[in-house]
């Protein structure tokens, strides 16, 4: 069940077959070998391989510095780190994949990666398709615990950028070959339920033929009841009694409290189509009956204490406890998320387990983590398996720089808000004169493409941590880092594999790759990073390295390939249109993992 993360130990790995593309792993796998050699003496030395940053090479190992300082004054046959440089370089084993390689200043060692091997992999991928490109990850299972709003209350924007977010994590790894559980961790045991549950008996009474169109529209319903609530001691007392019972399981309120699940259901379902996002409900109530279980473990373990009439759980450096508890003997949310937390690493046997939501949680995750750490289902070392992360986001700012409203300062609907992006999208299209070129139905199609893209683009480009601002202009310009401006960059690119005329999947059989200029080299060499791109991202749980990958693609093919190197006509032509076609797959693969769908025309 436990793997070591992030080493270059591929040897344990199953397959390791000809021309998979991940540049990064393949050196490291040869500069292992090398630093088995230079340094006998030094136990598990894990080979530091990055991407240049001088023009000296592709790639460099930045092994030499530290090792020199860990065998220096040990009898080292070694004056400097330059020598132990040039001695890893040595040692390198003969390979198909490094062209050249140097030795830099205090001890880098830098390699060119050979074209030919370049080319080849390339080609290959042309022919067996890019899953072949896929990261391989540590963990075979994981749960993505994301989106999650909660019953009857709104599903505001921070809701939308964990569904954003949370769905590309889940397709990075799936995409890696990970069996992803997507959990929508609803909040539909709370408290407000007894105040909801009350108000629907005090004001439908025949509630059980017409509950939903009741209702109609659940935020209203909420408000009123909560008025009601706060207004009316009577009611309140009540409405209190009504959770006991609920929570007791009495069937007419368990039935009350469906039918109010079901109509905010609906509601988010709107959301969650448009969006194209898969989820599975498994809300706060679902847990509910292990929560005794795991408390009575906790318990028994000794980590639960009295603390005001509560019972709580002390946790390294955090000077609040984990209340588990409450002091009426009720449980609450950090109750529910321990409980999910057992049940996620027994039941469901996840080796991995990610909650996305905005940063402001960040100390209840850190808690319910260290509480599991101390209960032993967590190992201590953060580099182990099981493991479990928080990925927090920052707040939605709207163009005033203040926290995201509509005009009616009122919550943002976030239906109203995707339909507001593909229209405009829409309307975009209609004044590059699209309506007289195309169907009604690829007008549709591709004004909801670009307009749900921009919206899921402009939020994951951006360092996840950081506040982001929401504003139409900029997500939808046609220029600069924006999906509009990726989504077109593709179009155009099928389109000069188009108007060339040719079979591209005939030339994938019979043609050649050959990165001659410059330009082609560069951009074959960049295609090769995907896969190092995506495991760095999915290790990380960054989205925004994607995004980024996918803009430099973009760039690369524009300013150094197709501005510098004639496709159609040229005598290049069969390689240069295979370069595109790799182009178009790899950005495609990119756009699918951030849940953009891509468009062909333009
Ligand atoms: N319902 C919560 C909210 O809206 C988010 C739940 C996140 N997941 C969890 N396991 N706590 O803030």
Redesign the pocket.
Same mark, same amino acid.
């Given at each position: 069940l436990i793997f070591a993360a992030n080493t270059y130990s591929v040897s344990t790995m199953a397959t390791d077959e000809e021309n998979v593309g991940n540049v990064k792993r393949k050196l490291g796998k040869l500069f292992e070998q090398s630093l088995r050699t230079v340094a006998s003496d030094v136990p598990d030395v894990e080979p530091s391989i990055v991407p240049c940053t001088a023009k000296f090479g592709d790639y460099q190992c930045n092994n030499a510095m530290r090792l020199f300082s860990q065998i220096k004054g040990k009898g080292t046959e070694f004056n400097n780190p330059n020598a132990v440089g040039q001695a890893i370089m040595k040692n390198l084993p003969q390979s198909e994949i490094i062209e050249s390689s140097s030795v830099a200043g205090p001890g880098f060692v830098n390699v060119v990666i050979s074209k030919n091997w370049i080319s080849k992999t390339i080609q290959a991928m042309l022919i067996n398709g890019i899953e072949k490109w896929a990261p391989r990850l540590a963990v075979k299972r994981a749960v993505v615990?994301f989106s999650?709003?909660?019953i009857a209350k709104e599903m505001h924007v +921070?809701?939308l950028r964990s569904t954003i977010i949370g769905d590309a994590l889940a397709r990075m790894f799936e995409f890696s070959n990970v069996d992803v559980l997507r959990r929508n961790?609803? +909040?539909d045991w709370g408290t407000q339920f007894g105040m909801l549950i009350e108000y629907l008996f005090e004001n439908y009474p025949n509630w059980e033929d017409v509950g939903e169109t009741a209702i109609g529209d659940l935020q209203a319903f909420y408000k009123a009841s909560k008025q009601r609530f706060d207004s009316d001691a009577a009611f309140k007392e009540r409405a209190q009694q009504a959770v006991v019972r609920l929570q007791g399981g009495e069937s007419k309120y368990r039935k009350a409290w469906s039918q109010i699940c079901e109509i905010s259901r609906k509601e988010f379902d709107r959301v969650y189509q448009r969006l194209g996002v898969q989820l599975e409900e498994k809300g706060e109530s679902f847990y509910n009956p292990h929560i005794p279980g795991v408390i009575k473990a906790l318990t028994d373990l000794g980590l639960v204490e009295e603390s005001k009439g509560a019972r709580v759980i002390f946790v390294e450096k955090v000077n609040i406890p984990l209340i588990v508890v409450k002091s009426d003997g009720g449980y609450n =949310?950090a109750s529910?998320?321990l409980t999910?937390l057992w049940y996620r690493l027994n039941e469901e046997k996840a080796e991995w387990i990610i =909650?996305v939501?905005?940063v402001g949680?960040q100390q209840?995750f850190e808690m319910v983590f260290k509480a599991a750490k101390r209960a032993g289902w967590l190992p201590a070392s953060e580099n182990a398996y099981p493991k479990a992360s928080h990925v927090g986001f920052g707040l939605v700012l709207g163009e005033d720089g203040k926290r995201f409203r509509t005009r009616s300062t009122e919550v943002v609907r976030l239906v109203d808000l995707l339909d507001e992006a593909k229209a405009r999208s829409k309307a975009a299209l209609i004044e590059r004169g699209k309506a007289e070129q195309w169907t009604e139905q690829e007008l549709e199609q591709t004004a909801e493409a670009v307009g749900y893209g921009a919206v899921k683009y402009a939020d994951l480009k951006n360092n996840r941590l950081t506040n982001y601002t929401f504003d139409f202009d900029q997500m939808l310009n046609d220029k600069g880092n924006t999906a509009v401006y990726l989504l077109y960059a593709h179009a155009r690119i099928c389109s000069i594999i188009r108007k060339s005329g040719k079979d591209i999947e005939e030339l994938k059989k019979t043609g050649t790759v050959v990165l001659d200029h410059e330009g082609e080299r560069e951009l074959g060499l960049h295609l090769l990073q995907f896969s190092e791109v995506v495991e760095e991202a999915c290790n990380n749980l960054l989205p925004n390295v994607v995004c980024e990958y996918l803009y430099n693609l973009s760039e690369i093919f524009t300013k150094k390939f197709y501005s510098n190197c004639q496709v159609v006509g040229s005598k290049e032509e069969t390689s240069r249109l295979l370069l595109c076609e790799a182009t178009a797959i790899v950005m495609r693969k990119c756009f699918y993992l951030l849940g953009i769908v891509p468009v062909y025309k333009i």
């Open positions: 615990d999650s709003p909660n +921070g809701h961790h609803v +909040g =949310y529910t998320d999910a =909650y939501t905005d949680q209840h």
